[in-house]
């Protein structure tokens, strides 16, 4: 490792101030601490500081994702065969479900981090770590038939508009993820839903499909009104179902879930209550309950199209999310409030999670400056009380 | 009954080198000096120049906002140099000592018979004045504004701390002349706080006219801010005053001898300090008089103070005003391979991304390296957890950087400073700092609120 870092050494002069590739300083110096931990050391302040970075962060995150990206290869796989008629095994269907999702992954990686890449070189910034994240996630939430083409031009989109316009990492008021899916979504409509898209190789045809095959999600079953062929709750615990690539298992997810909750990276506060928010009003559709969809048990939604998925990985983006924790608690509740509200009553967009959380980012820094408010009205109270 | 005020939110970092309680008396420092940086909000007029023989007590500068406040020589000796920084900026005036000490002589007798004016007075002839600071602003208090009450925080919960009650050891009499004199110059109650977990030394536990709390809980429970705001909280116009129990053991000298004895206890602590022992020293004395031949081998940091809020002062560099405490740690200046990927067992953390999770209790060797590079604001509630006040620490700092005076103000600038706000720094993901911006925000107040 000496001697690469002797070549980084050497090659180091030419990015700095006056070197002949200053103009690429933040490419390398993006590079030179992705392979390294920087030499700097404590300037100003406390002369020791915790170990964990950005890099550290995200990293946790993206392995929280990987239980589900590795279940979501294999259902790819599993759902796919299942559609056209063929017994296959296990490694079959994950090496199906591989070739489907690598491309993504990596399209959505290499388009998001060339606009990354960008936006630093020309802010002079360096680069942030929020993308490796959103590059993971934003396949996550996609149908694996989804050709790659707009996996590109959406996380483009996003990561422009819904964050570097903003001024990058930290600044954004919408989730980056959410925005390439709600692009898609309203851009694409016919590759985002429907009863096709689900399930690999059903839209584009071409290889024959078992008679009598739905590639419905329960969602899609439940907003067509066709509660009977609503898979058994086992079933949409485990995953055995069709949807986006990462949110069908809602096991792999709490695995995540648990590893961002103990390394203290996500929020439990908002998983919580989003969860929270969710069965409240699955219980108020129950008590009213005049159609089927509101006679669902409120603890099914849970396990219904991406709502889990949502609360984990989406909700908890802490630049999105209320930054309080007073915040969060109503941030995250009114998140899953509004998720099912959407899903049950206005069936043109089944998934009601990705708006209602959208929705709730908007929201966020309204949340905030009522609570921040409210420390201020304590503190002045104080003094007021003191003064008689 | 024991008043007890429970802490829960905050860190004891769990870093090695620890002082034993052991009291060593430390060479004598071939070089003392003082340092105008030591003290925040002052402009030094200096009263000497370089060849000019003084006495233990003798002034040295005096602050050009407030020339009632002078700053006196430790010893008695030679001015041998003064060191200036950038736009002639005084950073040191070195004093060469002489092997006699002789003193300055000040007003001798008890407190209690003398006048708010006379106590006043004298603290300030004598240069005792700095000692005691001001919150808001945690900056020297001005001697024509008078305290709603006094806080001496008795214990210390910094990283490695020193323990006051083996520093006070022995000093009842004048710890309690000491406090005879602060009583005077306030109406309201001088607050000492101790912490529940150990017996405290009846040198706090008996003194009179005091009112005793304790504080139970991790770091910043010892923090005089986090005290204030659970106990007699700031508001707007409200000024407390505050030292630390060797202050007003030198203050108590003062009036019991009619000098200024300007020796302190100090610990020596920190991974690095082969020894690490209590040394009873003089304020602004070289701290190689203590740490040379005591370190080990490597790039050092020495830091007058602790890890969190302490001064890199350099191997040569000259023990602060304030503090009782010395640390020496590695500095960190090392690329790490994929430092950030790997599991990470030796490394500390107060999330538990890295595995050092699995090592509950142990002790780290913790270096200077920052561990990662600078970044906006992004993960949220890590601060909330380390600060134990009722404070939006990131809303403050936002509202710092973008230099609203209003909202500073509303979101509580007036309780914090510094050192209550260090483990922020420490904890932070983005890397900020959170120390300087605090100060700049203090420094925005003080200018444009006077």
Redesign the interface.
């Known amino acids: 490792m000496k001697i690469l870092r002797r070549k980084i050494d050497k090659l180091k002069p030419h990015f700095e101030k006056g070197g002949r590739f200053y103009i690429f300083r933040s490419t390398f110096e993006a590079i030179e601490s992705f392979l390294y931990i920087p030499d700097k050391v404590t300037s100003a302040g406390c002369h020791v500081r915790d170990n964990i970075d950005l890099k550290r962060t995200m990293s946790v995150v993206i392995i929280a994702l990987l239980p589900s990206l590795l279940f979501g290869m294999w259902n790819t796989g599993a759902w796919h065969y299942r559609a056209t008629g063929e017994a296959v095994n296990f490694w079959c269907c994950f090496w199906f479900g591989f070739n489907k999702v690598l491309p993504i992954v990596i399209v959505s990686y290499l388009s998001g981090l060339a606009v990354e890449f960008i936006f630093a070189q020309v802010r002079g910034h360096e680069v942030n770590e929020g993308f490796l994240v959103t590059g993971m996630l934003i396949p996550l939430v996609l149908p694996a038939d989804i050709p790659l083409w707009m996996v590109a031009v959406s996380t483009i989109f996003a990561v422009i508009f819904g964050k570097e316009v903003f001024g990058g990492t930290g600044m954004n008021i919408l989730n980056p993820a959410l925005t390439a899916r709600a692009f898609l979504f309203f851009a694409y409509p016919a590759w985002m839903s429907g009863d096709k898209v689900w399930v690999a190789g059903l839209k584009q045809g071409g290889e024959k499909i078992v008679d009598g095959f739905s590639g419905a999600t329960p969602l899609g079953e439940a907003a067509i009104g066709n509660f009977n062929n609503m898979p058994c709750w086992c079933d949409m615990l485990t995953g055995n179902i069709p949807g986006a690539i990462g949110e069908t298992s809602k096991i792999a997810i709490l695995i995540g879930a648990l590893i961002l909750i103990y390394t203290g990276v996500g929020s439990l506060r908002i998983m919580l209550s989003v969860f929270a928010g969710g069965l409240v009003m699955g219980l108020i559709f129950n008590i009213f309950a005049v159609n089927d969809y509101m006679r669902i048990p409120a603890w099914q939604h849970w396990l219904m199209g991406g709502f889990a998925f949502g609360a984990v990985f989406m909700a908890t983006d802490p630049v999105t999310a209320a930054q309080t924790n007073t915040g969060k608690y109503i941030y995250g509740f009114l998140t899953g409030l509004l998720a099912i509200m959407f899903r049950v009553l206005n069936p043109a967009y089944p998934e009601g999670v990705m708006l209602a959380i959208l929705l709730m980012n908007v929201f966020a820094p309204l949340i905030d400056y009522y609570v921040v408010q409210a420390n201020i009205r304590r503190r002045m109270k104080r003094a007021v009380s003191k003064g008689h | 009954m024991q008043k007890i005020i429970k802490i829960k939110k905050g860190l004891d ?1 769990r ?1 090695i080198g620890k002082a034993e309680k052991v009291l060593k008396k430390a060479a004598q420092s071939c070089l003392y000096a003082v340092k105008p940086t030591n003290f925040h909000g002052i402009e030094p007029k200096l009263c000497i120049k370089p060849g000019d023989f003084v006495k233990a007590g003798s002034v040295v500068f005096y602050n050009k906002h407030n020339p009632r406040i002078f700053f006196t020589s430790p010893v008695c000796g030679i001015i041998k140099e003064i060191v200036r920084g950038e736009r002639r900026k005084i950073l040191e005036i070195i004093i060469k000592p002489d092997e006699q000490q002789q003193y300055e002589r000040f007003v001798q007798g008890d407190p209690l018979k003398m006048t708010r004016e006379e106590i006043i007075d004298n603290l300030l002839k004598s240069g005792l004045w700095p000692l005691i600071r001001q919150r808001p602003y945690a900056i020297i208090a001005n001697p024509s504004s008078e305290p709603k009450s006094v806080f001496i925080p008795c214990f210390d919960t910094a ?1 490695l701390a020193p323990d006051y009650d083996f520093i006070v050891q022995g000093e009842n009499k004048l710890f309690q002349t000491g406090i005879n004199a602060l009583t005077k110059l306030t109406k309201g109650k001088i607050n000492l706080t101790l912490n529940p977990d150990y017996p405290a030394s009846d040198v706090f536990t008996k003194a009179k006219s005091v009112e005793i709390t304790y504080f139970k809980g991790p770091h910043p429970a010892g923090v005089v801010g986090v005290q204030i705001h659970h106990i007699d ?1 700031i ?2 116009g ?1 000024i407390i005053w505050y030292l630390y129990p060797q202050d007003v053991i030198t203050i108590g000298k003062l009036f019991d001898k009619g000098t200024f004895d300007a020796s302190r206890i100090v610990a020596l602590t920190g991974s690095e300090v082969e020894k690490p022992f209590y040394y009873k020293t003089m304020t602004g004395s070289m701290i190689s008089a203590i740490a040379e031949n005591n370190v080990k081998q490597g790039e050092l ?1 020495y ?1 007058s103070g602790n ?4 001064t ?1 002062i350099g191997k040569q560099g000259y023990l602060g005003f304030y503090d009782s405490q010395i ?1 020496v ?1 590695p ?11 790997l599991p ?1 067992f030796n ?8 595995f ?1 999770w699995l090592r509950p209790g142990k002790i780290f060797r ?16 890590e601060y ?1 957890k380390v600060l134990p006040m ?3 620490p ?2 403050l700092l936002k509202a710092i950087i973008a230099e609203d005076i209003d909202k500073i103000e ?3 600038i007036y309780e914090v400073a ?1 050192e209550e706000l ?1 483990l922020c ?7 900020i ?4 911006i605090i100060r700049k925000g203090i420094e925005l107040m003080i200018k444009e609120l006077g």
């Not at chain 2, 890890?307 to 302490?310: E, F, H, K, R, V």
């Not at chain 2, 500095?331 to 990927?341: D, L, S, T």
């Not at chain 2, 561990?371 to 993960?379: I, Q, W």
């Open positions: 970092i870093i990283p909280p508001n707007k409200d940091r830091i890890i969190l809020t302490g890199n640390t740690i500095e960190g200046k090392k690329y790490e391979f994929f430092g950030w990927a990470g490394k500390y953390s107060t999330s538990r991304s890295f050092s913790m270096n200077t390296n920052l561990h990662g590079g600078n970044r906006a604001f992004v993960m949220t509630g909330e009722d404070i939006f990131v809303h509303q979101l509580g510094e260090a720094e420490f904890v932070c993901t983005s890397k700092e959170v120390q300087s």
